[in-house]
């Protein structure tokens, strides 16, 4: 393991696209996923571009519908360091 480095981040990713790249790849529209959270397409629209901050709940129901953790929709930039992990 001494020769492994870790990635080098590429590409920040706000929340809003978090949710976006998670729902695209799911090949679901946003009126689908408000179907599947009970969230107003509307609100996903503004959530996506930034206009409604996420939320902790919002959060919990759209991490249950897009099949992901929570952490993953409210810390897409999150980066662990190995001096930290250990």
Do not use: Y
């Amino acid at each position: 393991m001494k020769d492994f480095r870790p990635a080098k981040k590429r590409v920040e990713v706000s929340v809003g696209e978090s949710v976006r790249i998670l729902r695209e790849l799911q090949e679901l529209s946003q009126s689908q996923l408000a179907e599947l959270s009970g969230i107003p397409q509307a609100t996903l629209s503004a959530i996506e571009n930034g206009r409604v901050n996420l939320g902790v709940e919002r959060a919990k129901v759209l991490a249950k519908a897009l099949k992901c953790h929570p952490a993953v929709l409210v810390f897409p930039g999150w980066e662990v360091s190995l001096e930290s992990a250990a």
